[in-house]
């Protein structure tokens, strides 16, 4: 009796790839072969076009590069959902494609957000139309507040249908209520949002009620999870936390 002859896995694996482009609907009956059938056929399907074509949601932050960002955004043109937290000073082009996704929420370094718009109005831009919610992340500090601020409001003005901005401030900026009522008073129908970086308890009157909340980042989800889903992002985060401070006011009261 001759003993039976095992395939290289490089051969199994270009075998069983073949077999799931041949016939894709057959990827789970095939699946069950093995554990490295399964892992060998995500990967492979992770590779088609189609798979690329329905990422909604992105995340970038450190440690990836912004070489690598462009090649996933070059990829996933459908993004609906984009958290950019990585400096791409060096990969202009990625502002490029950022412009050209139809984009409904964006978190991303205020600066690169200036260079987005500026570069969105030089072409049309299905993001400029869609956008509802903006975080801006700040990476340097704001001089002067009230000129900043109503360059703020001059952007912002420029995304019709932007509901929602949050503003993720380090208290040095000197960005204060006085200038986050410019923002509310420029734009009635936004709900602002300030997510205190290094927070203490003497910050509190620094900012007063509406529609203003005061979240230290400490008590926020990482990157991965703040933009995981609406039903747990940034946003959905914040109104739980607004509804346990009223009643815990009512009950004190």
Known sequence: MSESKILPPELERE???????????????LKLVAQRVRVWLEAAREKEPAFFAAVKNLSFAYPVLSTQAVEIVSLCSAVQQLACWINHDETPQLLLLIRQLPLRRLSIEHEHFVNVLAASALASSPWTLNLTHLELVFWREANDGVRFTQQLVHDLCKLPRLTHVALSLDFK????????DLITSGLP????????????DDLAGNFSG????????????????????????LWARAERMIAARKAAASQSS
Request: glycine share 6%; charged share 25%; with cysteine.
């Open 189 to 200: 129908n936004l709900s602002v949002l300030i997510i205190l970086v290094n927070a203490d």
């Open 173 to 180: 900026d000197g960005v204060r209520q006085e200038h986050v």
């Open 15 to 29: 075998i069983f790839e073949l077999a799931y482009r041949l016939d894709p609907s057959d990827g789970l009956n």
């Open 210 to 233: 509406g529609c203003v909340v005061e979240i230290s980042e400490e008590s926020m989800p990482d990157v991965s999870e703040v933009h995981h889903s609406e039903d747990n992002d």
